[in-house]
């Protein structure tokens, strides 16, 4: 591997990395204005909240199942396999909703496809598996 092409992977995958972190910001804060800096416009969408295609329903199904009191999405272990202009990535994420004096976490694994576009690196596919969930 050239020093060329290893600062390329990098670059490549701090893009990504915060492109999923965004992803988590984008939810928490309900910036969903921001949508386009992060999806791409076909994106897909699989979650326990209901599956959407196409980025104004993928925002329509966030808006409808993130309005909480306070949220919290912590992602962590984001692996990235990168192939040219595409990428799987796997992460695993704990996530807070607050309601009142209620408050339920659910431990999930997060599976993405990133794609290279003119505007940088989008998630074009978003799927959400259930691992746990904790209520009090």
Same mark, same amino acid.
């Given at each position: 591997?050239?020093?060329?092409?290893?600062?390329?992977?990098?670059?490549?995958?701090?893009?990504?990395?915060?492109?999923?972190?965004?992803?988590?910001?984008?939810?928490?804060?309900?910036?969903?204005?921001?949508?386009?800096?992060?999806?791409?416009?076909?994106?897909?969408?699989?979650?326990? &909240?209901?599956?959407? *295609?196409?980025? @104004? %329903?993928?925002?329509?199904? #966030?808006? $409808?199942?993130?309005?909480?009191?306070? =949220?919290?999405?912590?992602?962590?272990?984001?692996?990235?396999?990168?192939?040219?202009?595409?990428?799987?990535?796997?992460?695993?994420?704990?996530?807070?909703?607050?309601?009142? &004096?209620?408050?339920? *976490?659910?431990? @999930? %694994?997060?599976?993405?496809? #990133?794609? $290279?576009?003119?505007?940088?690196?989008? =998630?074009?596919?978003?799927?959400?598996?259930?691992?746990?969930?904790?209520?009090?």
């Amino acid at each position: 591997m050239t020093d060329t092409t290893l600062i390329n992977d990098l670059t490549d995958r701090r893009e990504i990395s915060d492109l999923v972190s965004r992803l988590g910001l984008w939810l928490d804060e309900g910036r969903f204005d921001e949508a386009p800096s992060i999806l791409t416009d076909d994106v897909a969408v699989s979650t326990p &909240g209901g599956q959407a *295609q196409g980025i @104004e %329903r993928v925002i329509a199904q #966030a808006r $409808r199942n993130h309005q909480y009191d306070g =949220l919290q999405h912590v992602i962590s272990n984001v692996l990235i396999d990168l192939e040219g202009d595409r990428a799987d990535v796997r992460a695993n994420l704990v996530a807070s909703f607050v309601n009142g &004096g209620s408050v339920e *976490q659910h431990g @999930e %694994r997060y599976r993405f496809e #990133a794609v $290279r576009t003119a505007d940088g690196w989008r =998630l074009s596919r978003v799927e959400v598996e259930p691992v746990w969930l904790s209520a009090s």
